[in-house]
């Protein structure tokens, strides 16, 4: 709802504050962006298969393009982080240890904001007016609801929604009524943004595992040795 | 999700691990006309092979867009779609697969290239554990002449050359494959993983195999109608 457009308006205005800013985004590597691509063309991706492809792609850009640019004091906005893929399976009936174990080097974002409708309705007038019709993934139609196109597509992101609503609770998203107008939307995110960014002192130690802000687990193990294209990995 | 272990098909799964060189694919190869003679259902699954992935995977090889951890998740997708497609339907079906090369490929590779053990370990949790693995040893020196020898020249990743251990690729995939067949080495008891000696003739190994594969099949002719 919106993402695209408010990314680029808080880059504008980060950018007009003198920061540095990164914008990355979900299927967008340069290793994995194409290929997933092309493998939805088909329908017949399944359910680990696309899991495990959008982690190649968000491991790709978390180790080539936002932690360099963490490294170098950019402020890195993302459009869907790991929790939209987290969801995607979670309504594919993927068990939640598995992608948390999978993604258990990712940052923990300085913030996280959830745009957020109240019903797959909005979702679909948003659909209507863009004309490009119902998507078969963004209507789960791998997932044999039943019926067409738009049953599946309502039926998929109601399940969606549910499980977005049950995450930020869990992993403490900034939530915004997306419904509202964009300037108002724009105005929320332009204030927590700059709470975040105006005061924060750029630091080299930004990298720790996930965890879910309620659950104080301690990582079982040591998150994977990011090789730094340039570095060379010890022996 | 069912789990590495968990899984409880009808059908069989065998499959061959070994350094390059150590005569696996020969054997499976070998095993699968067998197979076929006596009549059992077979399907055959290649490591990165999936026409889903295969093309990413060989544009990232070839412009050395891979790090560690990506180049394990990008094979991992491919082994996905393998074992989505390829693996689990035909042992729901009560058929016979083969596969050349395993997970135990890609723990190996991925270890030795620096990825958390464990964390390995998690990313193919999802796979199903093989009625039999065999892991082809052969000495280290055997397994890289057949290589070398045979080959007009290394590949970038294959050597490991994004290790940085040797600018010489030939050195560079020696030090490789040492730490590869380390890493096998470990994981016979860690995965219960049947060891042929590669070294001796074909014809033994294959007797051999085929005396260990035997107990899992179920004999075509007394079947009962």
């Known amino acids: 709802m919106g993402r695209s457009t408010h990314i680029a308006l808080l880059r504008t205005w980060l950018e007009s504050r003198g920061h540095a800013v990164l914008d990355t985004g979900m299927t967008r590597s340069v290793l994995a962006g194409r290929g997933i691509k092309e493998a ?9 298969t696309m899991q495990l492809f959008y982690a190649t792609d968000f491991i790709d850009r978390l180790e080539n393009e936002m932690l360099p640019a963490l490294r170098s004091g950019f402020v890195v906005l993302t459009d869907r982080y790991i929790f939209s893929a987290m969801a995607r399976a979670e309504v594919r009936g993927i068990d939640s240890g598995w992608i948390r174990s999978i993604y258990s080097m990712a940052l923990v974002p300085d913030a996280v904001f959830y745009l957020r ?14 004309g490009r019709g119902f998507d078969y993934w963004e209507s789960g139609m791998d997932l044999s609801l039943g019926g067409d196109f738009y049953d599946s597509f309502i039926e998929y992101q109601t399940r969606m929604l549910k499980v977005f609503d049950r995450m930020s609770g869990e992993y403490g998203f900034h939530v915004l009524n997306a419904s509202r107008s964009v300037r108002s939307v724009a105005a929320d995110l332009r204030r927590a943004v700059m709470k975040i960014v105006d005061d924060r002192a750029v630091s080299e130690d930004n990298v720790s595992p996930l965890q879910p802000l309620r659950e104080k687990t301690p990582p079982s193990k040591t998150p994977v040795n990011l090789v730094d294209r340039n570095k060379k990995v010890l022996p | 999700m069912i789990s590495y272990g968990q899984h409880q098909f009808p059908g069989k799964l065998f499959v061959v691990e070994g350094t390059d060189g150590s005569g696996k694919s020969t054997q499976l190869a070998l095993l699968h006309q067998w ?6 259902p077979v399907f055959f699954s290649e490591w990165n092979s999936s026409p889903l992935v295969k093309d990413t995977t060989k544009r990232a090889k070839k412009r050395h867009l ?13 082994f996905a779609d393998r074992t989505e497609r390829d693996i689990i339907p035909p042992l729901k079906a009560g058929a016979i ?18 990825c958390d053990r464990g964390w390995v370990r998690d990313v193919y949790s999802f796979a199903v554990k093989p009625t039999v693995a065999f892991f082809f040893r052969a ?7 057949r290589i070398v020898s045979g ?5 970038h990743y294959e050597a490991g050359m994004d290790l940085g251990w040797s600018d010489d690729p030939e050195e560079s995939f020696k030090i490789f494959q040492g730490r590869i067949l380390e890493e096998y080495d470990r994981m016979v008891s860690e995965f219960g993983l049947t060891v042929i000696d590669a070294s001796r003739s074909i014809e033994r190994q294959q007797r051999e195999m085929r005396m260990l594969i035997s ?6 002719r007394s079947r009962s109608h």
């Open chain 1, 40 to 48: 939805k063309t088909g329908h017949t991706l399944g359910r680990l």
């Open chain 1, 117 to 130: 409708i109240s019903s797959p309705q909005q979702l679909v007038e948003r659909v209507l007016t863009s």
């Open chain 2, 35 to 40: 197979l076929k003679a006596e009549g059992y």
């Open chain 2, 66 to 78: 891979f790090t560690p951890a990506t180049f394990s998740l990008l094979h991992a997708t491919d």
């Open chain 2, 97 to 114: 697969v083969l596969a050349d090369r395993y997970i135990y490929t890609a723990y190996a590779r991925d270890v030795v290239r620096g």
């Open chain 2, 139 to 145: 000495p280290l020196d055997v397994a890289i002449d």
């Open chain 2, 151 to 155: 080959r007009p020249s290394l590949k």
């Open chain 2, 215 to 220: 107990p899992h099949l179920k004999r075509r």
